[in-house]
């Protein structure tokens, strides 16, 4: 029985955001190179391909995982979802274009989430942040203030969890009322949350001062 006033679904337990601390030589490294580093393995993913390389580069992952002796438990739940929609497409692709496009879909996706875990993981989210902002210093150039940008992609990797906490229960509250089949039931009131979340983050940067001038 869930308690009065309690929440319905437990808080967020995707794969991205949660830091683990550690002594390793993937969290001694900078933060700016594991961002570049990640960058350069999607421009790779994306760019070679065949079921070989994605294979490969899933496995280059697991050794990252490895090294940087994060918990299995933790990346396990983290990656459940994941792994679904990657055998979901996995199997698609499988169906349209033939095996070796189907395991190098679902391998791809999975590797580049691994990678992001593990950067994610061994870094803080400050250090992440001040790395984002000194890699986005040249468009200072271009009148983009280099600290926009970064708490633009502080409030993205906050809103994401806060999103998908919201949909979770507006679903459970849907099947608890016997109305899980009806969209409206579920998306009517997952909307008012997130328009709620939307308009409150955008009051408190308005009372900071932050976006002005």
Request: with cysteine; net charge positive.
């Amino acid at each position: 029985m869930t308690r009065a006033g309690a929440p319905l679904r437990p808080a967020w337990t995707g794969p991205l955001g949660l830091h683990q601390p550690g002594t390793s030589v993937l969290h001694r490294a900078p933060a700016l190179a594991k961002l570049a580093a990640l960058a350069v393995a999607g421009v790779v993913v994306l760019v070679v391909r065949g079921p070989a390389s994605a294979l490969v580069a899933l496995a280059v992952a697991l050794a990252c995982h490895v090294v940087a002796g994060l918990s299995w438990h933790r990346t396990r739940a983290g990656l459940a979802r994941v792994g679904v929609v990657a055998l979901l497409v996995g199997g698609y692709q499988t169906w349209s274009r033939g095996w070796e496009s189907g395991v190098e879909t679902a391998a791809d996706l999975v590797a580049l989430v691994l990678l992001a875990t593990v950067v994610t993981a061994t870094t803080r989210a400050d250090d992440l942040l001040d790395a984002l902002r000194r890699a986005a210093a040249p468009l200072r150039h271009v009148g983009l203030a280099p600290e926009t940008v970064a708490l633009a992609v502080s409030l993205m990797l906050r809103s994401v969890p806060l999103l998908l906490q919201a949909a979770g229960e507006s679903r459970d509250a849907a099947r608890a009322r016997g109305l899980e089949r009806s969209p409206r039931a579920v998306v009517v009131p997952a909307a008012v949350r997130i328009v709620g979340h939307a308009r409150a983050t955008g009051e408190a940067l308005a009372a900071r001062g932050l976006g002005e001038g």
